[in-house]
DNA sequence: CCATGAATTGAATATTCAGTTAATTAAGAG
DNA sequence: CTCTTAATTAACTGAATATTCAATTCATGG
């Protein structure tokens, strides 16, 4: 005799649900695919719930890219790199660049959906550029580290920032074009040994610093 | 007292009229809002003849796809790199690579979409693999030619080559977050300089190549 | 305890969607 | 000139779409 027992919650709660569940939807069937209907469907709630806390569908669009974006901030602000001797520190950073869980985060399929659509949305490019400015300071003040200690050559720590902001993300979008595990991994090695080479990172071993 | 004057055209013709228009509307308006209504109004024909040619849409997307890459393919086989003297040709190659006129042959924002779409249509997936393989190859030739001449110390010129088409990639998504000129253009050459510097390419002057 | 407002629903809206079927038009072959 | 065939349109269908609006259920604070 238990009745539905269907859960009130607030929009504090309710709001971001709805938002995984977009997310969910986009990853498994495309931003094309990602209808109000299906959302509400696999939440079991009623599409116009959604309409009462979005108003419109683009609307839910730029509040999901804003939660994506803010998650993002989030695992930034926690990286941890421990190491202060420059050599480990500069390996571990690698290595949590190109980690699983760097990449498991968030589903680079529906990145691809929403990056497509910060072409034609002025809101959402702003969105994503501010992230990218933010990772590229993050990773701009390591680098100042790094030559500060004279382990790496970079010109401008900005600019390199930039440019490896952009193989992380080159990287990530063809991960998932490798199938097999050990090319998989090999190509993973190799990103590494590619920058520390476009740094200009010298070794520990044979201290040789001319010029 | 003219007739509207239709033309009529074959299949070869019209074909690939309708995939350059739905193209077209792709990047205007997101996959998600390139309809077989929207693509017709915008050639002035029915849509029905859509479904002619293509009998469903997931079809035509398909088609789409290899329309787009045959043209990169094409472009590939096109690339003039002139020169034989290496250090002129690494330059030239790059030059290339990072020029506007390859950025422009198709509109990264229709890319970006049909990206996302290759995470969940195996077909298309493989499409874009065969693409890939094809650049990288394309690479590795012209980096063992390098080796060859002893201008650069990569690895496997294979390895490199992905690396080297991840960067390409990595680039290519985010130039248009760029907007001012000048940025842009210290971008791109900071771009370069990354290449050569993990490449481990020795400039002509001071040829010092001890080990 | 009741009044106010938020959470939620139901039914109805007009619109757009991909796709079907049948008819019409024109081009090319004989 | 006619017959055949391919190109094209017209008129539909049914399902799915986003969105609206009024009604209802609940929580809570005065």
Not at 149 to 176: C, M, N, Q, T, W
């Amino acid at each position: 005799m238990n009745k539905p027992l269907k859960i009130r919650k607030n929009a504090e709660l309710r709001k971001p649900e709805i938002l995984r569940s977009f997310y969910q939807t986009i990853v498994e069937e495309g931003i094309e695919g990602a209808s109000i209907g299906k959302v509400a469907r696999r939440m079991n709630i009623h599409p116009s719930l959604i309409m009462h806390y979005f108003s419109t569908k683009e609307n839910m669009m730029t509040e999901l890219v804003n939660y994506i974006i803010n998650e993002y901030g989030n695992l930034l602000k926690n990286i941890s790199v421990h190491h202060d001797e420059p050599h480990e520190r500069i390996h571990q950073l690698l290595d949590v660049l190109w980690s699983d869980e760097w990449y498991r985060l968030t589903d680079v399929s529906a990145d691809f959906s929403m990056l497509s659509v910060s072409f034609r949305h002025e809101k959402v490019n702003r969105q994503f550029r501010h992230l990218y400015a933010q990772f590229g300071k993050f990773l701009a003040k390591e680098l100042q580290r790094f030559m500060d200690a004279g382990i790496i050559a970079a010109g401008d720590p900005d600019v390199s920032a930039e440019v490896l902001v952009s193989l992380i993300e080159g990287y990530r979008h063809f991960k998932h074009f490798y199938v097999d595990k050990d090319s998989s991994e090999r190509f993973r090695q190799e990103m590494k040994r590619a920058v520390l080479n476009m740094l200009g990172y010298r070794p520990k071993r044979a201290g040789a610093g001319e010029k």
